[in-house]
């Protein structure tokens, strides 16, 4: 099993910038793909990103693309998201998860992070 905690979020303005921190703790951190996802209020949880073992591998959501970036440090067992451009829409809980497939399912992915509020004004 691996355990992971987010960190980072905050209230930005739009057009600001914030990065998350995803630490992993138990089973080893490499073995796994890693994945970013959101939850609105009133939505249903969604894939905003995700990695490769070796983090030479990533997916973007199309709303995400050319803002966020995702990267990872296996010897310090962290996960990074950079956001950039940030847009109230962009307003959620994120959170970090690990899977044994590389996938924008998030049934795949089974070990979830509590969450951390990312909250955009305008």
């Known amino acids: 099993q691996v355990q992971l905690v987010e960190s980072g979020g905050g209230l930005v303005q739009a057009g600001g910038s914030l990065r998350l921190s995803c630490v992993a703790s138990?089973?080893?951190?490499?073995?796994?793909?890693m994945g970013w996802f959101r939850q609105a209020p009133g939505r249903e949880r969604e894939f905003v990103t995700g990695?490769?073992?070796?983090?030479?591998?990533?997916l973007y959501a199309d709303f995400v693309k050319g803002r966020f970036i995702i990267s990872r440090d296996n010897v310090k067992n962290r996960m990074i998201l950079q956001m950039n451009s940030l847009k109230p829409e962009d307003t959620a809980v994120y959170y970090c998860?690990?899977?044994?497939?590389?996938?924008?399912?998030?049934?795949?992915?089974?070990?979830w992070g509590q969450g951390t509020q990312v909250t955009v004004s305008s």
């Open positions: 998860a690990a899977s044994r497939r590389m996938t924008t399912d998030r049934d795949d992915y089974d070990y």
């Open positions: 138990g089973d080893t951190f490499s073995t796994y793909r």
């Open positions: 990695i490769s073992r070796s983090g030479g591998m990533t």
